[in-house]
């Protein structure tokens, strides 16, 4: 690994500082894809910020029409936290289907929402649930947040301080995961509002995680067995790769709608 | 350089590391601890499991330096006292391991297991558990065989079927 310094502030503007001196500063927050992407020789930043020690990036509180859940809070925390399970059981069950036991007693859902792999699991919640991503200057819709591969709305020297999602009335989230990394290769989550449906669709997405608007509208038109049925997936902008096609990802989209939707509760 | 202070296996170290050390390295190279292993080292195979602050972690995607000072960790070192703990008995007994190579990193992490899960085990969840730590000889039946093993040895029920604690 190439040699690299380590600061530790304690509020965001000392953060920010830091990471403006330096010409190659990173922000490290659970460290689970950053340091195994410093290892391989795929970052090398110069300067380390590490966030961990921030407490306006820390906690999860209920806020009656939404849940807000600091950046900081780690993966092992949104399966065991009771706040999280009563307002969005959903988001607590997934954590479980993310990497493994040790990854996600590090791992942090903020890490992981900045970071925004196209394969990642709670990318797909933030969208689904239509949040809103508050950073240490401003607040992002989360459909103004995802731009593309490991791209996000965010300026370099931003900071993700917290996640603010509304609650949805039931919500269900489905994956097909890679046998061997355990990435979604393809993942659905669904958000039902007194106002309509929210499907979000991640790992299959050739730009990562998308809005499935069609069966969002089909959904409220009409009972979830027609919607499924109605909807057209063969132009949807899948990725194609061997192992698993382009046909197969789009197939595995309408099935994970289907096993998604079957999670809510109040159908 | 940088100095890292750490409680390990109960005892306070003060290291001078690189800045970019990776805990697993400062154990072995530094602590000379080397029960800890090195497998993957991309944070897939689990042979680097160690405890920090009561949890497990892989220990060779963490840089020491961002540790609190002090943090707790347990390596395979202190698992057993004079006698052999007996999840390490149950990994005997049960030929829970063939290499040997990833046992320490299942050891750490099945005692763990074992103390999350107070009101019973089963098969099925403690496959599920070890989903982060990989085995290249077994095909896994005797680890899983151990484990429940170890868990009933330690006070805690085996579950037969279905059961997630």
Same mark, same amino acid.
């Given at each position: 690994?190439?040699?690299?310094?380590?600061?530790?502030?304690?509020?965001?503007?000392?953060?920010?500082?830091?990471?403006?001196?330096?010409?190659?500063?990173?922000?490290?927050?659970?460290?689970?894809?950053?340091?195994?992407?410093?290892?391989?020789?795929?970052?090398?930043?110069?300067?380390?910020?590490?966030?961990?020690?921030?407490?306006?990036?820390?906690?999860?509180?209920?806020?009656?029409?939404?849940?807000?859940?600091?950046?900081?809070?780690?993966?092992?925390?949104?399966?065991?936290?009771?706040?999280?399970?009563?307002?969005?059981?959903?988001?607590?069950?997934?954590?479980?289907?993310?990497?493994?036991?040790?990854?996600?007693?590090?791992?942090?859902?903020?890490?992981?929402?900045?970071?925004?792999?196209?394969?990642?699991?709670?990318?797909?919640?933030?969208?689904?649930?239509?949040?809103?991503?508050?950073?240490?200057?401003?607040?992002?819709?989360?459909?103004?947040?995802?731009?593309?591969?490991?791209?996000?709305?965010?300026?370099?020297?931003?900071?993700?301080?917290?996640?603010?999602?509304?609650?949805?009335?039931?919500?269900?989230?489905?994956?097909?995961?890679?046998?061997?990394?355990?990435?979604?290769?393809?993942?659905?989550?669904?958000?039902?509002?007194?106002?309509?449906?929210?499907?979000?669709?991640?790992?299959?997405?050739?730009?990562?995680?998308?809005?499935?608007?069609?069966?969002?509208?089909?959904?409220?038109?009409?009972?979830?067995?027609?919607?499924?049925?109605?909807?057209?997936?063969?132009?949807?902008?899948?990725?194609?790769?061997?192992?698993?096609?382009?046909?197969?990802?789009?197939?595995?989209?309408?099935?994970?709608?289907?096993?998604?939707?079957?999670?809510?509760?109040?159908? | 350089?940088?100095?890292?202070?750490?409680?390990?296996?109960?005892?306070?170290?003060?290291?001078?590391?690189?800045?970019?050390?990776?805990?697993?390295?400062?154990?072995?190279?530094?602590?000379?601890?080397?029960?800890?292993?090195?497998? $993957?080292?991309? !944070? #897939? /195979? &689990?042979? @680097?499991?160690?405890? *920090?602050?009561?949890?497990?972690?892989?220990?060779?995607?963490?840089?020491?330096?961002?540790?609190?000072?002090?943090?707790?960790?347990?390596?395979?070192?202190?698992?057993?006292?004079?006698?052999?703990?007996?999840?390490?008995?149950?990994?005997?007994? $049960?030929?829970? !391991? #063939? /290499? &040997?190579? @990833?046992?320490?990193? *299942?050891?750490?992490?099945?005692?763990?297991?074992?103390?999350?899960?107070?009101?019973?085990?089963?098969?099925?969840?403690?496959?599920?558990?070890?989903?982060?730590?990989?085995?290249?000889?077994?095909?896994?039946?005797?680890?899983?065989?151990?484990?429940?093993?170890?868990?009933?040895?330690?006070?805690?029920?085996?579950?037969?079927?279905?059961?997630?604690?």
């Amino acid at each position: 690994m190439h040699p690299v310094e380590i600061v530790k502030p304690e509020t965001l503007a000392d953060a920010l500082e830091a990471f403006r001196a330096s010409d190659e500063a990173m922000f490290l927050s659970g460290g689970m894809t950053l340091v195994p992407s410093m290892k391989a020789h795929l970052a090398a930043p110069d300067r380390l910020i590490d966030l961990s020690g921030i407490a306006e990036m820390t906690g999860v509180e209920d806020r009656g029409l939404s849940l807000r859940i600091g950046a900081l809070t780690r993966l092992a925390d949104m399966a065991t936290s009771p706040k999280v399970a009563s307002a969005i059981p959903e988001l607590a069950r997934m954590a479980g289907m993310i990497a493994d036991r040790h990854v996600r007693n590090r791992g942090t859902i903020g890490g992981s929402v900045a970071n925004n792999d196209p394969a990642a699991d709670y990318t797909a919640a933030v969208l689904g649930c239509g949040a809103t991503l508050v950073t240490d200057r401003r607040e992002i819709a989360a459909d103004d947040y995802f731009i593309g591969l490991f791209e996000t709305a965010l300026e370099e020297d931003e900071i993700l301080v917290a996640i603010d999602l509304p609650k949805p009335s039931s919500a269900g989230y489905a994956k097909h995961s890679h046998p061997a990394s355990g990435y979604a290769v393809a993942g659905v989550f669904v958000a039902r509002f007194d106002s309509g449906w929210r499907v979000a669709v991640t790992g299959a997405g050739s730009e990562g995680v998308f809005r499935l608007t069609e069966l969002e509208d089909a959904l409220s038109a009409r009972p979830p067995e027609q919607a499924f049925a109605a909807i057209d997936v063969s132009s949807l902008d899948v990725i194609d790769e061997p192992a698993f096609p382009a046909a197969f990802r789009r197939d595995a989209i309408r099935w994970l709608a289907r096993e998604a939707v079957g999670r809510c509760q109040d159908l | 350089m940088t100095r890292v202070s750490l409680q390990v296996n109960g005892q306070p170290r003060h290291v001078d590391v690189e800045v970019q050390t990776l805990l697993v390295d400062l154990i072995r190279e530094k602590l000379n601890l080397t029960g800890t292993h090195v497998g $993957c080292d991309t !944070l #897939q /195979c &689990g042979a @680097c499991v160690v405890r *920090l602050n009561g949890e497990t972690v892989k220990s060779c995607s963490i840089l020491a330096a961002t540790l609190p000072a002090m943090a707790e960790v347990t390596t395979i070192e202190a698992v057993g006292g004079d006698d052999l703990h007996p999840m390490q008995k149950a990994f005997s007994v $049960c030929h829970g !391991l #063939q /290499c &040997g190579y @990833c046992t320490p990193g *299942l050891i750490v992490t099945a005692i763990d297991i074992v103390e999350k899960n107070p009101g019973g085990l089963s098969a099925e969840k403690v496959r599920k558990e070890l989903k982060g730590n990989l085995c290249r000889c077994t095909g896994y039946q005797n680890i899983v065989a151990a484990v429940l093993q170890g868990a009933s040895d330690m006070g805690v029920r085996v579950l037969t079927e279905g059961g997630d604690a």
